[in-house]
Each structure stands twice: as structure tokens, then as C-alpha cells.
């Protein structure tokens, strides 16, 4: 079996000292939400943690 791999898209910064990234763009991340869920404040992880909407 060969372990090597030619391409892979990612997220996150982290980097082996052993391999070569470039930024392909920034994207923006978007939450869908439940309609019937209003939202008051800015969406983040913990939030969206914090309604059971993400589990990590």
C-alpha cells in the first residue's frame, strides 16, 4: 500500500514541518439554524454547542 497522498483540502492552520500548504481562499463559515431557534447574538461554536446543535 502506498502512503502517499497528492492533494487534501483542510481546515485549520496546523502544518507538519515536512509538508507545503498555500491558502486556495477564506471562506466564511454560515450556521443554519432551526427557524423556530431566534438568534440574538453572533453565532460561534460554543454557541452553537451550547444549543445542541454541534457535538464535538
Known amino acids: 500500500m502506498d502512503d502517499r497522498l497528492d492533494m487534501a483540502l483542510t481546515f485549520g492552520q496546523s502544518l507538519l514541518p515536512r509538508l507545503t500548504a498555500e491558502v486556495l481562499f477564506w471562506p466564511n463559515m454560515v450556521a443554519l439554524v432551526p427557524s423556530s431557534l431566534t438568534v440574538t ?4 461554536l460554543t454557541w452553537l454547542c451550547g444549543h445542541h446543535l454541534l457535538m464535538m
Do not use: A, K, L, Y
Open 41 to 44: 447574538v453572533r453565532v460561534s
